[in-house]
């Protein structure tokens, strides 16, 4: 039993370690890319329909909109919808009007989006028109800047990570544990 | 366990050494941060000088106990080798407890050198639990890394804990990551059947002994495979005796954990290859444990896609010009163009790698004649000497030695042609990034398949005492260049 301590406690020590990093998951909200590389969209005005690929990389329990002044185009409503094979996995209705000078709408989904690639469907109507952002990044930029472009669309999810090389290295050290000998000496006939 | 007379006042004598070190340190400026990771200041020359002891005092401690040590070395090795049976390992504790603690303590602690200690530094503070993070958080943070910081980590996580000011918390890594190194060390003098010379000679580096001092995984690498390969040498050496349980965890681990912060030295797994047919009870064993090697060099292999290397892998930021995906193109464009330039470089470069490797490290350095003497000292000179060797060795046949020799170049080309890759301006003609210490790890294999043949070492066995005298006063006086280059020099103005 002695000589197998050292193993054993690499074992117990390595599977400690993957157990550590499959139950403590790293939770933080992350933006989306909605926009590939482009900070700035389009303008967009009532009566206009805008369609692009969303990639979303983990769970996604809510989105929201983010509103940065908005003073001129109070009668404007935006319908935000998440399509998955043309059906509407979710959708949120966001009439700025609602808004005073700054505001965001969160929406929390009925169920979370699961990862995968998705749609994202922007419809405006009503009168007037804005200037959506869409890079991920662009969220700080506007909440720390002085922007007064308008309004911009910010799809937040909620990533759940657990560590790779954490479940790597316990994986290495229960090999270790179990690394091969050459076997018992033979027997030599007591004279 | 008996104890001699002669090792129980080296001891005595080791244990005042490093206490006065100690008490030296407490004199020491802690320093304090003067550039954050310019390398340029320190390529112009702005080496970090940040306070000379005021002039005009009667004794300078911290020299005089420097002095006191180089002093104490020098007796250390002429006491060893005057004894009847020369113990080359405990002489290696020795000097490499001495020259490492003076490392430690004799500088300020708050200084760094560069891009590469800041970056050590802080993965050490993070995997030790000096920066608070929530358990999550933590764990999303380790890497393959860790091992190659343990000692590190150990160090400062106790001194942590115990609320230490940290500079004190720093001198506490660097000194574990010493002790680990000098019991490596000479563990792996002890171990060895063969050239033993050759290791201690090798532990006694300046580059090594600096790198286990300052905060860098590459120490920690280095102190695992000399014993690993010492390990490997002594299993050798009694073909027809199993391997044991013990032995082979600790020869697989010893080079798994050691490598696995570098994974191109993991290489060095298929050393376990040469273990011969009758270390295992069969020859299916044999092939178990052989896949079992290939298994964990796979997995060190695969260590390098899991995030510790994506901000160099597109390409070095520090380097102007450098572009992973262009370089690549570029070589594919004209790969013949690539394999002269290759060609070239180890021709013109290759050898002044190697020497550089022995006294030169993140822009300090003894003189390029030490570094000479010593390249050459180590690969000529001591594996001529065969002090403290019991039987001469039967397992290294010319066979073995060109698998060693073979392996000892394959970390060496990955690394000077991922530096290429990673660190070179697209279509450059040279090669960038190339350090001369990263061919130290394989320093150690490449002379053993270098080695001398059995007959000469024989003839010149009358020699070792003499012999070993003379390297070990070379390699004393050169490692002392080095650590008081850098502390009397750069810190004290000297």
Known sequence: MGKYVVRIALCVLGVALVLLALLNPLSYEDNLEINGEQETMPVFSAGQVLEQPLHVPASMSQFSLRVNSVKEVKALTLDVTVLSGGKAAAEIEFPLEKVRTKGRLICDLPSPLAAGDYTLRVEARGEGSVTLLGGAESAAAVDGGSWDLGCYVRMTCNVEKRSTAAVFCGAVLVLLGLTPGGGKEKKHARV | MRVSKRGVLLAAALVLALCLALCAALLVPEGHIVFEGNVIDLLDGEFPVVETLPGGQWINVPVFVHALTLLWGAAAIVWELTAKEVKLHRLTLVLLLLAGTMSVLCRPALEYYGWDEMTHRELVYIFSGYDRYSLSEY????????????????????????????????RTGSMVSVILYAVMASLAVKHTPRCKMTFMIFALMPTVLIQSSYFTYDGTVIAYLLLAVALLLEEMQTPDRRLGSGRSLALVALMVIGTIAKPAYSVFLLLLWMLPAGKFGGRKRQTVFRLFVLLM??????????????????????????????????ILSDPGGFLNM?????????????????????????????????????????????????????????????WMGVLAWVPVLALIITQYIVSSPVGESVIVGMQPRYTLPVMVVLSLALAWPRDVRAKLAPLNRPLAFALLACSWCALYAFVADQVLRLYFGL
Request: charged share 10%; aromatic share 12%; with cysteine.
């Open chain 2, 139 to 170: 764990v999303m943070q380790l890497s393959t890394w860790f091992f190659g910081y343990m000692p590190y980590t150990l160090g400062v996580a106790v001194s942590n804990a115990l609320h230490l000011p940290e500079a004190v918390i720093l």
């Open chain 2, 297 to 330: 060099l796979a997995m060190c292999l695969f260590s390098m896609t899991l995030g510790t290397y994506d901000n160099v892998a597109h390409g070095d930021s520090r380097m102007d010009g450098a572009n992973s995906a262009g370089q690549i193109a570029h």
């Open chain 2, 342 to 402: 290759l060609l070239t470089y180890l021709k013109v470069v290759g050898l002044s790698l190697f020497t550089a490797a022995t006294a030169s490290w993140a822009y300090l350095g003894a003189s390029g004649d030490i570094a000479t003497l010593l390249m050459w000292m180590f690969f000529i000179v001591c594996p001529l000497c065969s002090i403290g060797e019991q039987r001469p060795l039967s397992g290294l046949t010319a066979r073995r030695r060109i």
